[in-house]
C-alpha cells in the first residue's frame, strides 16, 4: 500500500456542497492535515459552466468543463460527485470506480437506484464507494450503522430524514397557520428543493429510508414497491387534534424487521408520535434518527440534516476514510463494500397493506344529522372501530370528524376509505395517518 503525503482531490460540482468541502477544508486546514498526516490537495473542479458568480473563489485554472479533467487524471486519488441527478453523475461515478479510484457521494437518488450496481464495480476495480452525506446531512448514521453499530442486529430504525418537512410541521404546529402559508415561508428561506416534490411529497426522504434499510439488512429495495407519502393533505386542525391526544405530526422513515417472520417493512409517511419520543421534539430543519439493535439498545442520533456546512462536513468525513485507506493506516476490510447479509436474498419485504396500526382519519362531510352513525356503520363494516371522535362545524355548512381508531389493517383502511369517499354525504375523500407506535415493533 502506497504512503502519499499529498492527496489530491477532483470535484465533480461546485455548487452549494462543493464551496463548502473548499471552505471548510481551507478554514480548518492545519488542524485536518495534522490528524490526517497527509495534505489535502483538491486540483480540479469540473463544473457545467465556469463563468458562473460563486461565493467561494478558487483559481481559474483548476475550474473546467471537461470531465475528463478528473477522469483522465490518474495523480488524482479520490473523486467527489457533487452534481446530483443520475445521468451524468452514474457515467462518471462508474468511469472512476472501473479505475479503482475512492468515489464519495452526497447523492441519495444515485444510491438508491444504482448502489447495487456501483458497489459491484467498486469492488471488482478495487475501489471504494463512500456516500455518509447522502442521508441525514451531519449525522453520522451510515458511519454508525456500519461500524460503530456493526455488532447488531436492527429490530427498528426510524427517523425524521427532511429538514424542509419537519420545517413546515414545526411551523404549522407553533404558529396555527396553514400548509401553504409555511410553504411560502420555507420558499422564501430556500428550504425548499428546485422539484418541490422531491420534499412534499416524500421523495427525497424515502431514498434515504432505502438506503438505511440496505446498510442494516442488505437488502436493496425499490422505491415502488414501498409506502411513500408526504405532507400535503396534512391541515392545521389534524395538528392541533393529534397534540390534543398527546401526540406531534412527523413525516417517519420507518424500518422495521420481524427476525422470527425473516420479513422486512420500510415505509415513509406522516404519523402521529407520542409527545414522550425523542424524535417529536426534533423540530425546524433539523433530522433525527432512532436505532435499536439487540446488542446496545436505542441509541438516537439528532443534528442538521442539511444545507451547506452539515453536508460538507459529512463529505470531509469520508474524505478522511478515503486518506486513511491511501495511506494503509486503516484496514480496508473495515471499509469494504457493505456485502449483501446470509440471510438477505431469503428476506420478504411486506406488503403496505399488510401494516397494522392505529389510524387517526378526518371526514370532511355535510353537516347533517345521522352522518356519523353512517361512517361508524361502514367503517364497523369493516371490522374498524373508533376510539376517540371529535366533530368540528365549518362556517359553509359543512362539518369535520376527526377520529382515532383502534388497532387495524392498513388493507381494511383502503377498503373503508374506498366506501366512505362514495357517499353521497361526505364532500371530499377521507384523509387518514397512521399512528406511530416504537413499542409496537421492540415486544
Known amino acids: 500500500m502506497s504512503n502519499p503525503k499529498k492527496v489530491k482531490i477532483g470535484l465533480f460540482g461546485f455548487g452549494v456542497v462543493g464551496q463548502g468541502v473548499w471552505k471548510n477544508i481551507a478554514q480548518n486546514r492545519n488542524a485536518l492535515e495534522a490528524r490526517l498526516g497527509a495534505e489535502l490537495a483538491i486540483t480540479k473542479i469540473v463544473v457545467r459552466d465556469s463563468a458562473r458568480e460563486r461565493t467561494v473563489q478558487v483559481p481559474n485554472e483548476i475550474i473546467s468543463t471537461d470531465p475528463a479533467t478528473i477522469l483522465e487524471d490518474p495523480s488524482i486519488d479520490i473523486v467527489c460527485e457533487l452534481i446530483g441527478g443520475t445521468s451524468q453523475a452514474l457515467e462518471w461515478t462508474k468511469q472512476a470506480l472501473k479505475q479503482g479510484k475512492i468515489v464519495i457521494s452526497a447523492n441519495k437518488a444515485l444510491i438508491c437506484e444504482h448502489g447495487e450496481e456501483l458497489f459491484k464495480l467498486a469492488q471488482e476495480n478495487g475501489g471504494h464507494y463512500f456516500y455518509e452525506a447522502s442521508v441525514a446531512g451531519g449525522i453520522p448514521i451510515i458511519k454508525t450503522l456500519r461500524e460503530a453499530l456493526v455488532a447488531n442486529r436492527f429490530s427498528l430504525i426510524y427517523g425524521i430524514l427532511n429538514g424542509t418537512s419537519n420545517y413546515i410541521l414545526t411551523r404549522m404546529e407553533r404558529e396555527g397557520i396553514s400548509f401553504e402559508a409555511t410553504l411560502g415561508d420555507a420558499r422564501s428561506l430556500g428550504y425548499v428543493e428546485a422539484d418541490e416534490a422531491l420534499d412534499l411529497d416524500g421523495i427525497d426522504a424515502a431514498h434515504k429510508v432505502v438506503i438505511l434499510a440496505y446498510l442494516a439488512h442488505g437488502k436493496w429495495v425499490a422505491l415502488k414497491d414501498i409506502l ?36 422486512l417493512t420500510v415505509r415513509l409517511h406522516p404519523a402521529f408520535i407520542s409527545k414522550r419520543e425523542t424524535l417529536a421534539n426534533v423540530d425546524e430543519v433539523y433530522n433525527g434518527v432512532s436505532v435499536t439493535g439487540d446488542v446496545v439498545g436505542t441509541t438516537v442520533l439528532i443534528g442538521r440534516g442539511a444545507g451547506q456546512d452539515a453536508t460538507s462536513s459529512s463529505v470531509i468525513s469520508d474524505i478522511a476514510d478515503a486518506v486513511s485507506i491511501l495511506q494503509g493506516r486503516t484496514s480496508e476490510a473495515r471499509f469494504a463494500q457493505d456485502n449483501p447479509l446470509e440471510d438477505s436474498e431469503t428476506l420478504e419485504l411486506s406488503k403496505p397493506e399488510a401494516l397494522e396500526s392505529r389510524y387517526y382519519f378526518r371526514f370532511k362531510v355535510k353537516d347533517e344529522e345521522g352522518v356519523l352513525a353512517q ?26 370528524i376527526m377520529a382515532t381508531t383502534h388497532l387495524t389493517k ?13 357517499e353521497a354525504t361526505v364532500i371530499e375523500a377521507p384523509v387518514y395517518l397512521r399512528i406511530f407506535d416504537s413499542e409496537a415493533y421492540l415486544t
Do not use: W
Not at 396534512?234 to 420479513?263: M, P, T, V, W
Open 228 to 263: 411513500c407519502e408526504g405532507i400535503r393533505s396534512i391541515s392545521s386542525d389534524d395538528i392541533k387534534i393529534a397534540n390534543e391526544l398527546g401526540y406531534k405530526i412527523k413525516l417517519l422513515g420507518i424500518i422495521a424487521r420481524d427476525f422470527e417472520q425473516n420479513s
Open 375 to 400: 361512517i361508524s356503520h361502514i367503517m364497523a363494516g369493516h371490522h374498524i372501530s373508533f376510539a376517540t371522535v371529535k366533530q368540528k362545524e365549518l362556517p359553509d355548512g359543512s362539518a369535520l
Open 410 to 422: 392498513e388493507a381494511l383502511v383502503y377498503s373503508a376509505c374506498e366506501a366512505i369517499k362514495n
